[in-house]
C-alpha cells in the first residue's frame, strides 16, 4: 500500500472514520489535508488541518484553490463529512431534514463538483464517497439519513460514468459501512448496541480503522480497476 507523492483531500477527518483514514493515508505516504468544522483535533503528526464547512461553496472552493496553489493536483478526494439528526418522521422536523440533506448529500456535491474536473484534466484521481448500510437498507427513525446516503450512491454511480467518459483515469466508488464505535453512537443506548452487534455475523460493531482500511484499499492502486461500486463494510449485517 504505497501512497508516496499523492495528495489526499479527507473532509471530515477530526474524529472517528475520517480521522483514522487521513492518518493511515500519511502512515503509507500521502500527503494529506484534513478538515474540521466545529473543532481542531489534537495535533496530528504529518496531517495538515484546514477548516471547511462542505455547505458552504466558497468555503469548499477556497479548500480546493489552496491545495491547488500549494500541491498543483489533487490524487485522492474522500467525501466522510457528515452528521445526523434523527426522530421519527411524524417528529422530524424540516430543519432536522435539511440540515443533514446539506451536509451528508450537498456537501459531497460540493466537493466533487470541484474535484471531479480537476482530476478529469489531470487524467488520474480517485473519488470515496462514505455512504451507510442505512443508505441501502433504510432505518426507522432516519429517513432524513437514509435519503442522504442513498443520494450518495446515486451521485457516485453517476460521476462514475461522468468523470471517465473521455477515457480519464478517474474512479469514484463508494463505502458503506455498518454501526461503526464512532462518536455518533455515544448516546446510544448499550442494550441497543448490543442488539446491533447481534444483527451482524460477525457478532461486533466495527472499530473506525476498520471502515478506514476499505477506504485506503479503493483510493489505491490495488483498485485499480473498480469504479461505481458500493463496498459494504458491515460484518455481514442487515438492518
Known sequence: MDFCGKIALVTGASRGIGKETAILLEKYGA?????YYKELPGEITGIVY?????????SCETIITTIIEKYKKIDILVNN???????????????????VIE??????????????????????????????IVGEYGNIGQVNYAASKAGIIGMSKSWAKEFSRK???????????????????????????????CQTMLKRLAEPQ????????????????????VLDVNGGMRL
Open 167 to 197: 477515457g480519464e483515469n478517474v474512479r469514484v466508488n463508494v463505502v458503506a459501512p455498518g454501526y461503526t464505535m464512532t462518536d455518533m453512537l455515544k448516546t446510544v443506548p448499550s442494550d441497543l448496541l448490543e442488539e446491533f452487534a
Open 50 to 58: 484546514q477548516y471547511l464547512n462542505v455547505v458552504d461553496q466558497k
Open 31 to 35: 500527503t494529506v489535508i484534513g478538515t
Open 81 to 99: 463529512a457528515g452528521i445526523t439528526a434523527d426522530a421519527m418522521t411524524k417528529y422530524m422536523t424540516e430543519e432536522e431534514f435539511d440540515q
Open 210 to 229: 476498520e471502515i478506514a482500511n476499505a477506504i485506503l484499499f479503493l483510493a489505491s492502486d490495488f483498485a485499480s480497476y473498480i469504479t461505481g461500486t
Open 103 to 132: 451536509v451528508n448529500l450537498k456537501g459531497t456535491w460540493n466537493m466533487t463538483k470541484l474535484v471531479g474536473p480537476i482530476m478529469m484534466q489531470q487524467k488520474t484521481g480517485s473519488i470515496v464517497n462514505v455512504s451507510s
